[in-house]
């Protein structure tokens, strides 16, 4: 492959997976990163690493010439769609010539929660852009698990949610950054929208005894009355919005909204996609 690619949020959960990927498709590509502490991590992808603030139009625009194809996505931030807008205001002044963007799962729906119509925001802006486009939107990530609760697994055997007994189809980061490189280097996704899942919808009980039995220890879902879980949140310094944002996809959760099950990641990478249990057989190291 030899065009140059941009990848935003490099050291994040998806853009570490698509860079990783991209380098060893021989792709040159340029990494992302925002916080001055991920320079060197960006660097050790094997990738040139340029800093970006998704705030601020001219230092996208920088990072992006000479670029041909990007990824763009946003951090979950009350800015979050005006960062994808200004992504899309940079992306045209640099000609670049395709953008896949993250979204969320339900971003386009008419009873879209908070985040998702942040999303929308952002979408709306790219497909308006005359820019080649595909979005993908994915549904709850496995790596959750151990990105945002792995300590309390580790320390507690536990795991908290605001989410009931709600089901999700919930999907591995492997198969989202599967889907998001093909976009990214093969014909034919341009002007396409994929709802990305796992191949089964669960409940957060299911996972934990899924993740007891691969651990072979006793692991609980504490199921969190939302306003025990916005205090928590609030508590550790998260802004009011976001822990209602989430305390919102709790909800979502329980209504039903995340369980649909989409064929994407068959379609696009002409592979079945990774089953929860796999994900916790492959993550082992991150629970114990
Ligand atoms: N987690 C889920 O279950 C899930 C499900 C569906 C959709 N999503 C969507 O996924 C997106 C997040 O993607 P992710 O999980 O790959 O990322 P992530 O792991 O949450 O990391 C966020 C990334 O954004 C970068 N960033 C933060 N502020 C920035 C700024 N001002 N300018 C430039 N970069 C900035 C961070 O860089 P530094 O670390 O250097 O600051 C980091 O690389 C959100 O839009 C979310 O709605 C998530």
Redesign the pocket.
Known sequence: MTETVFV?????????EVVRRLVELGATVRA???????AEK?RQLGAEPVQ?????VE?IQAALGGIDKAYS?????P??GQ?GVNFVTAAKRAGVKHIVR????GADAPEAIT?GR??REAEKALEESGIPYTIV?????M??YF??TGNTIKDQNAFYFPQGEGEIAI?D?RDLASVIVTALTEEGHEGKAYDVTGPEAISNYQAADTLSKVTGRDIQYVDLPGDVARQAMIDAGMPEVISEAIVELGDAVKAGHTSAISTAVQQVTGRPPITFEKFAEDHMSHFV
């Open positions: 935003t949020g490099s050291t994040g959960a998806t853009g570490q992302g990163y925002h916080s001055e502490a991920n960006a970006v603030d998704l705030g601020d230092s996505l946003s951090p979950v931030h800015d979050l960062y993250l979204s969320a799962v985040v942040w999303h939107r994915p549904n709850i990530f790596q959750n990105n945002l999907v980061v």
